[in-house]
């Protein structure tokens, strides 16, 4: 089928992406790019964003990923191999991966502001899902399926000021909480973000409070 209006562009590309990252074990599945869809488009309606570039950036926005992905451009070339396949033309193909390429987190001290409003909706949204109840969940999945330590107290945090370092750090889990996790509700891009993102914040100081007590054998 060819899809013709926005409507079946963006079934098309669900069907897709669903089919990409079914079994996806780092917490980079479907259910990831549902959520993140899902409240990227609820911030653009309090945002008054286009509605169709935010959904259809959200869904392909983890294509080519660093994480998951080999290759250097990897993200350019999936995202634009995939559009054309469904008939978009240029201009919207160079419009989606304008936003995209500013989404993922490359460190501490690394600058990723997006340069238009959809592009900062759809890092708000990728970044709500990486802290709170899921964002906790999702941490402990990824260091799991890589490998690494749940926590080791001799091995302390580093705040990145380049991605090269970001990317190649192999520390325990909990040091992600403090080289991206506690950082991102400052990072936030737009006024909805930094509310949805209060909450996500305190849960996640509350839950590292009890897991030192606990690694201790306090409580
Ligand atoms: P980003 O591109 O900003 O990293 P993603 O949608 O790709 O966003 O998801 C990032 C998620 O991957 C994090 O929120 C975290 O759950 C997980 N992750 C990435 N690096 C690590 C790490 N070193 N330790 C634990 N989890 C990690
Ligand atoms: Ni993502």
């Known amino acids: ?25 780092s917490g980079h599945d479907w259910w990831h790019i549902y959520r993140v869809t899902e409240t990227a488009k609820s911030i653009a309606k309090k945002e008054k964003a ?24 990897a993200q350019e070339v999936l995202i634009s191999n995939l559009l054309k396949k469904l008939n978009c033309d240029n201009f919207l193909i160079n419009k989606i991966l304008e936003i995209v390429k ?13 340069t238009s409003l959809e592009g900062k909706i759809v890092q708000d949204a990728d970044r709500l899902d990486a802290i709170g109840a899921i964002g906790i969940a999702r941490a402990f999945a990824f260091g799991g399926h890589h490998n690494r330590l749940l926590y080791d107290p001799t ?16 520390g325990h889990t909990i040091n992600h909480f403090y080289e991206k ?7 936030m891009q737009t006024e909805s973000g930094k509310a949805l993102a209060i909450e996500r ?13 606990e690694w201790e054998g306090k409580i």
């Open 1 to 25: 089928m060819i899809p013709v209006t926005q409507l079946d562009l963006l079934n098309k590309v669900r069907e897709e992406i669903q089919t990409i990252f079914k079994g996806e074990g």
């Open 50 to 73: 286009d509605l169709f570039l935010v959904e259809l950036s959200a869904l392909v926005h983890d294509l080519g990923d660093h994480k998951l992905f080999k290759g250097e451009n």
């Open 102 to 114: 500013t989404v993922s987190y490359k460190g501490a001290n690394v600058s990723t502001t997006p």
């Open 155 to 170: 091995d302390k945090p580093t705040l990145h000021n380049n991605f090269e370092s970001y990317k190649n750090d192999k």
């Open 181 to 187: 996790l506690l950082l991102l509700k400052d990072k």
């Open 201 to 213: 914040h305190l849960f996640m100081e509350s839950f590292l409070k009890q897991f030192y007590l």
